[in-house]
């Protein structure tokens, strides 16, 4: 077993429903998912429903980052409701930003999300890094 197969089995997907906030100001309804490819890369799936339900669009897209800060936060200060509560994506197409349903909802998503680019980074460190390789061989029994 190798050390990313022991990571992407420990480490289940986040995945459920969220409101994305669009680019044109509205909120769209979208099934995500996060988890670590084979890469140890963060991907972010998304898929939304249009005309009822007819047909379906996925996306996907590597996750750089993740904002959950006041201070932070791109758009906060064009919100000025404090019981919505959002967190946002850095990733390869821009800054997605989502609405979760209340702050348990959130930091739920947040947590996954966080432990899933700790690891991601972590197997990527130890399959590259030399001074990783430099010490397991020098270490012999």
């Not at 089995?9 to 996060?34: D, I, N, R, Y």
């Not at 064009?78 to 702050?103: H, I, M, W």
Request: aromatic share 10%; proline share 3%.
């Amino acid at each position: 077993m190798t050390l990313s197969s022991h990571i992407e089995e420990s480490s289940t997907p986040c995945e459920g429903e969220l409101w994305q906030h669009t680019t044109k100001g509205l909120f769209q309804m979208k099934h995500a998912s996060v988890y670590i490819n084979k890469k140890s890369q963060v991907i972010l799936k998304l898929k939304s429903k249009h005309i009822g339900g007819a047909f379906s669009t996925n996306s996907k897209c590597i996750v750089y980052g993740l904002c959950d800060e006041n201070s932070a936060w791109p758009y906060r200060t064009e919100r000025d409701n404090p019981e919505e509560v959002f967190f946002g994506l850095r990733t390869a197409q821009g800054f997605l930003e989502f609405k979760c349903q209340n702050q348990a909802h959130k930091q739920r998503w947040v947590d996954a999300i966080h432990n899933l680019l700790r690891h991601g980074n972590w197997v990527e460190a130890a399959e590259c890094s030399p001074e990783l390789l430099k010490i397991s061989k020098s270490i012999s029994i």
